[in-house]
């Protein structure tokens, strides 16, 4: 091309003709090619796109055309869809598009047009009755007519256009309706994607007839309210509760609930709710800040998970003490004593404990000399007195 073009470069002075005919009938494509990238008079383009049968040609001819008639001939007469497809991009013509995307009978052609029409009433009829579900998406992101689009989300049998038509809808009670109502489950993501209606959102969040476990936590989500996170957080539920698959779910849907909640009241609701979710108590309880609740819990919960969980977010050194000193669970024992500064109080764990191994560790977290000594002559456990001699051998105490 490098050597070719700066020779039809001269001949362009001489004679556009002598180029034309290099384009219709040179045996080599890059020459053809060459010659009509030089080509300017729109007569001479004119002919060589009517009169050529090689396509590459007559496309890059298309693409210099300016003439509206020969265009639009083209459109409508030519038997190459591609080359009718290219020359629907250079037309403004809307009434021409509008006829070509409602009546033509070539698809690709059909889309071409689509894809330049402006006219919304001929792109509701295209977008509502067109045969070819990707010529009805085309006309379904150009149009703008919200009572077409609701037809469209509720009717249209492809899956696809529905869902384009709901990306497009405001209407909040029209996408809640497809959210709870539509088969697949893309439209209906499609369609709580576009709800702000908190009371909507937290309607299908809690819909237990829904099977779809996806649509619910997409909906939870988009949740913002508090009070009805809360309450989806201690009520909701499935169907099947029966069915060790769906419980875990629905746990998740609860935990997701709990992960947006950010008051304080409304997640102590949540941890003193007696829910029977485990795992949804803990995540609460988590994020919980208030010592008195999380006190309470410690003590007083039927689930050791949950009193586990309480007892790691505890601070309040008395309660710690009581709970590692006279709990029976030693696996609570142990994560109270953990942790457990105060001194005093692991002096208590260290004497009262019921379990050894606990009374140890309080021992080795133990530095006040005074209570240690005291350990040492009172404990009824040998191996705590040695244990606290060590201790303060090791503190150099003695």
């Not at 009374?359 to 606290?388: C, F, G, H, M, P």
């Amino acid at each position: 091309m490098g050597i070719i073009r700066p020779k039809l470069a001269n001949i362009h002075k001489h004679s556009q003709t002598f180029l034309s005919n290099i384009a219709l009938n040179d045996k080599n494509p890059s020459l053809r090619l060459a010659s009509v990238a030089e080509i300017m008079d729109q007569q001479l383009l004119a002919r060589v796109v009517l009169e050529s049968i090689h396509r590459d040609v007559r496309i890059a001819v298309v693409k210099k055309l300016l003439d509206n008639q020969i265009l639009t001939r083209l459109v409508l007469e030519d038997k190459d869809t591609i080359v009718r497809s290219e020359a629907i991009e250079k037309l403004e013509n809307q009434q021409l598009l509008a006829r070509v995307a409602s009546e033509d009978k070539n698809i690709d052609v059909r889309f071409a047009a689509v894809k330049k029409l402006e006219d919304q009433q001929t792109l509701a009829k295209v977008a509502l009755n067109d045969e070819s579900g990707a010529i009805r998406m085309k006309a379904v992101d150009k149009l703008e007519d919200p009572t077409v689009l609701t037809k469209i989300a509720f009717e249209d049998e492809n899956l696809i256009v529905r869902k384009a038509a709901v990306e497009k809808l405001e209407d909040q009670q029209t996408l809640t309706k497809v959210a709870l109502e539509d088969k697949e489950t893309d439209v209906r993501l499609a369609a709580v994607n576009k709800l702000e209606d908190q009371q909507a959102l937290a309607n299908i969040a809690m819909n237990f007839h829904d099977a779809n476990l996806t649509i619910r936590m997409a909906a939870v989500v988009k949740l913002q309210d508090q009070h009805l996170l809360a309450k989806i957080a201690l009520e909701a539920h499935a169907l099947d509760l029966g069915s060790y698959a769906t419980y875990q779910a629905t746990s998740h849907l609860r935990r997701q609930a709990v992960a947006k909640l950010e008051d304080q009241q409304l997640l102590s609701k949540v941890v003193l709710g007696g829910s029977y979710y485990t795992l949804v108590c803990k995540a609460a309880i988590e994020k919980l800040e208030d010592q008195q609740i999380l006190a309470k819990v410690a003590i007083e919960d039927k689930e050791i998970e949950v009193r586990r969980a309480a007892v790691k977010k505890l601070e309040d050194q008395q309660t710690l003490a009581k709970i590692a000193s006279e709990d029976e669970n030693s696996f609570l024992c142990f994560d109270a004593v953990e942790r457990l500064k105060d001194q005093e109080g692991l002096a208590k764990v260290a004497l009262e404990s019921r379990y050894g191994r606990i009374r140890e560790v309080a021992v080795y977290k133990l530095k006040d000399k005074k209570l240690l000594i005291k350990i040492a002559s009172d404990s009824k456990d040998e191996d705590v007195r040695k244990e606290a001699l060590n201790k303060l051998k090791y503190l150099n105490y003695l």
